[in-house]
C-alpha cells in the first residue's frame, strides 16, 4: 500500500506521530543527565542521538522547545555539559517515565527511584544504573530552521563503563551490556547480534 | 573502567572509529536510493537517520564529504529527492556491501544484485527487496562546522510498505517487517519488542 504526504496529512495528529517517528527503524533510547548551574539534576530520554564524527568524538541529538527537552536544553546552554546514559531492560520503565512533564522543581532521580551517581570531574548527573556512560561538552547548537528544532553537538569528555567491555578492535558489545533500542515513543526493544561483517571492499560480482 | 577524551586521542584510528560509532547504542540501517540528473541510480547504507518532526513529516540524516555519502549528497543536491528503504536480515549482506568505493559509474543494485523498483511518482529508485520503503523531498540543508559533515532534512512524499502493516494507532511492528538495527559500521542486530509505554503522566511516587 502507498501512504501520500495527503494521507499523512489527514491522519489523525496521535497516529500521524506515532507512524512518523516510526519511520526511521530502530533508535538509540538513553537518558539524558543534566544539571542547572543552581544545581538541580534533570533526566529525559532522548532517542534522536546521533555520531557524528570519530576525530574528535562528536555526538548530535535533536532537541524541541515544546516538550520535557526544554529543561535539558536550558541546562546544557547554563553548563555546557551533559551525560548520556543507556538505558537497559531493568531500568526501561523509569526511563520512559521520566519523559512525563514533571514540576520545575521535581528531580526525575527521585520521581523514578533511578539513582544520580556523581562524577568528581563531571558537574552533570550519570545514572547509576546505566552500564555506559557518557560525559559530553558542548561544541556547537545547530537551528533547524524547517521546524524549529535544535541539533545539540557535544564532544566526549569521558566514557564510563564496566572493566573488559572494549573489545581490541575498539567494539562494545551492545548486546552484552543489555543497550535497548526504542521507536515511536513508547516501543522498546532487545537486540539479538546477526552478523559483524567485514569492511565492503568493491568486486567484480557479487558472492 | 574510564576513558578519558586523551584516551580517545591516543587510540588507533580503526579502534577509535569503532569505538566513536558505538556510543549511540543501536541505530537504524537503510539504504538511502538516489539516481542521478543523468539517470544513473545509487544506493549507500546509512545509520545516521533520525526522526525531525511529524507536522510535516521529517527526517534527518548526515552525510560525510569524503566517503560514498559523496554520490548520495550530489544527486540529493541534483534531484532534490531520495529515497529510505529499511534493511532486513535478507539483504543485510548486500546493503552492507553498498558502503564499498565502487567507480562512479558502477550501479550498486548491479553489483550488489538488488533490485531496483521504480515508482511512477517517484525520480529516485527504490530497493524491492526492502518491506518499507519511504521518498523524501529536500526541505534544507544544514551544515555542521564542527566538523565539515551536512545535516540533510527531507520531507516524507510517500511510503511504500505491504497492506495492513500500519496498526490502528500509526504505529509499525517493526519486528514482524523484519528491519534490523546496526551499530559501528559493520554489527547488524535483529529486534525482539520487549515493552511498549503508556504515555508518560506525571505520578506521585514510581510505580
Request: aromatic share 4%; net charge negative; charged share 20%.
Amino acid at each position: 500500500m502507498t501512504v501520500t504526504s495527503d494521507d499523512l496529512e489527514n491522519m489523525a495528529k496521535l497516529a500521524r506521530v506515532q507512524l512518523a517517528t516510526s519511520l526511521p527503524g530502530p533508535k538509540p533510547i538513553c537518558l539524558i543527565g543534566t544539571r542547572s548551574a543552581t544545581g538541580s539534576p534533570n533526566l529525559a530520554p532522548f532517542s534522536s542521538i546521533t555520531h557524528l564524527g570519530s576525530n574528535p568524538v562528536l555526538i548530535g541529538m535533536v532537541t524541541r522547545p515544546d516538550t520535557v527537552d526544554r529543561h535539558t536544553l536550558s541546562n546544557i546552554l547554563e553548563t555546557k555539559e551533559w551525560t548520556i546514559n543507556h538505558v537497559t531492560r531493568e531500568i526501561v520503565e523509569q526511563a520512559h517515565q521520566c519523559s512525563a512533564r514533571y514540576p520545575d522543581d521535581t528531580s526525575e532521580f527521585d520521581a523514578t527511584d533511578l539513582t544520580e551517581f556523581q562524577h568528581p570531574e563531571i558537574h552533570s548527573p550519570f545514572v547509576a544504573e546505566s552500564p555506559l556512560r557518557i560525559a559530553l561538552t558542548l561544541e556547537e547548537v545547530i537551528d533547524i530552521s524547517s521546524n524549529n528544532t535544535r541539533l545539540i553537538v557535544g564532544r566526549v569528555k569521558l566514557i564510563d563503563l564496566p572493566n573488559h567491555q572494549i573489545a581490541d578492535d575498539g567494539s562494545l558489545d551492545l548486546a552484552h551490556l543489555g543497550t535497548l533500542a526504542s521507536t515511536a515513543l513508547d516501543t522498546y526493544f532487545s537486540l539479538t547480534q546477526i552478523a559483524k561483517l567485514p569492511y565492503a571492499k568493491p568486486l567484480q560480482t557479487f558472492p
